[in-house]
Nanobody, 130 residues
Framework: QVQLVESGGGLVQAGGSLRLSCAASGFTLDEYAIGWFRQVPGKEREGVSSISSRDISGFGIYYPKSVKGRFTISRDNAKNTVFLQINNLSPTDTAVYYC????????????????????WGQGTQVTVSS
C-alpha cells in the first residue's frame, strides 16, 4: 500500500523552528520527486519546496521567494523519508503542510504544479503564534 505520512507539525511561537518529516511506504522514495505544499482554508495549495530524485547532476532543489532562506528540504533515501526544516517561523506560515511524490523531473517552472504529483500525505498542521 502506497502511503506518505507527514509528522512534526505543531504549535510554535514566531521565530521558532520546526522540522517536518514525510515518511514513505509501499514505494521507493528515491525514484520520485518530493514536494512540500501548504494550504490555508479558502486559499489555493501553495508549493513551498521540491527536491528531485538524484541524477548525474545531483539533486534539484526549488523554493519560492517567499520561503527561500528559511525553508530547507532534504531527503534520506535510506530511511525513505524527506524532511522540511522551517526556521524563523511567522504567523503567515500557519497552514496544513502536505508532502507529495511524483515521477517527474522538477524544474523552476513546474516544481509547484500539484497536478504533477501522484501520491499525497494527509497533512500536518503548523500553527505559529505571534
Amino acid at each position: 500500500q502506497v502511503q506518505l505520512v507527514e509528522s512534526g507539525g505543531g504549535l510554535v511561537q514566531a521565530g521558532g523552528s520546526l522540522r517536518l518529516s514525510c515518511a514513505a511506504s509501499g514505494f521507493t522514495l528515491d525514484e520520485y520527486a518530493i514536494g512540500w505544499f501548504r494550504q490555508v482554508p479558502g486559499k489555493e495549495r501553495e508549493g513551498v519546496s521540491s527536491i528531485s530524485s538524484r541524477d548525474i547532476s545531483g539533486f534539484g532543489i526549488y523554493y519560492p521567494k517567499s520561503v527561500k532562506g528559511r525553508f530547507t528540504i532534504s531527503r534520506d533515501n535510506a530511511k525513505n523519508t524527506v524532511f522540511l526544516q522551517i526556521n524563523n517561523l511567522s504567523p503567515t506560515d500557519t497552514a496544513v503542510y502536505y508532502c507529495a511524490a511524483g515521477r517527474f523531473r522538477p524544474d523552476i517552472s513546474n516544481y509547484a504544479d500539484a497536478s504533477l504529483y501522484t501520491f499525497w500525505g494527509q497533512g500536518t498542521q503548523v500553527t505559529v503564534s505571534s
